[in-house]
């Protein structure tokens, strides 16, 4: 039986961090600061290959990223790509006072507003967290949509603000807003999946193989084809990660293979105006059922 509503959509979305990345963390050594440039050098590569697909695309970039690179992010934007918020220089936001948030907000919008002739509609937190402001920060500033949070998987939400989780209770929701909501998912980041990091303190692994990881993030696109109505699947690249060789191969192979499960691919400002337009993305239908 035909499905009632699309196959699905599925979202490319670039976090074109760069050096801002490892600044934050406090590893800017020129090694580590090189990682990030490496960034700015494959940016060219995932343009090449988005264009001879045809696929649009979101990207998130840092302030400090676009007044480092300012000609190669006017590429991405005269690609025909959106841009939006990524926090000025990739700071951790759950460690930021309302102030504090609010005017790195501020200087990012000026900037990627310089940068694209007009204000970001869109917001990613660098660190994928949120403080009790940032909903109510975004909302000012006349954001429309977030993808920093993971309370589902393939159906778009509204987020709230004033949840309260106190520990001698039980949870209580706050009011829903206008700000949508496009999950992501560390499952569909490949940072974690690719990156080596070494520090005094501890290690993440990463440098797994790019078929294993696109077999993941490909099944989830499978599984959402098969039981979900419409429903939108949000993947996250880095350039400095997926830039390499061997993993631009995986991402081709990725995008043809998610095309010839019927989906389509859009960019994030799209799925979320239609959401708030009154589409009903990601009903959960499982096949048989």
Known sequence: MPKAGGTGT???????????????????????????????????RLLHLLESRGIPSTWFIPGHTADTYPELCRRVVDAGHEVGLHGYCHEQVSRLSRDA????????????????????????????????????????LGVRYDSSLMATDYTPYYCRAGDEWPEDGPYRFGTETELAELPVS??????????YVRTSSWI??????AGDVFGNFLDDVRYMV??????????????????????????????????????????????????????????YRPEGG
């Open 186 to 195: 560390w499952s569909l980041d490949d940072y974690p999946y690719f990156e």
């Open 204 to 209: 993440m692994p990463g440098l797994r193989t």
């Open 226 to 283: 098969r039981d979900v109505d419409d429903g939108v699947c949000v993947i996250t690249f880095h350039p400095q990660v997926i830039g390499r060789g061997h993993r631009l191969l995986g991402l081709e192979r990725f995008v043809d293979e998610a095309r010839d499960l019927g989906v389509e691919f859009a960019r994030l400002d799209r799925v979320a105006e239609e959401f708030r337009n009154g589409r009903r993305y990601g009903t």
């Open 101 to 140: 948030e609010w005017d790195m907000l501020r200087r990012a919008n000026e900037v990627l507003t310089g940068l694209a002739g007009r204000p970001p509609v869109g917001h990613r937190t660098p660190t994928w967290d949120f403080t009790p402001h940032t909903v109510e920060l975004l909302l000012e």
């Open 10 to 44: 599925v979202c490319l979305t670039f976090d074109f961090d760069a050096m801002s990345l490892w600044i934050a963390r406090g590893l800017a050594s020129p090694g580590t600061l090189s990682r990030g440039e490496f960034g700015a050098h494959a940016v060219p």
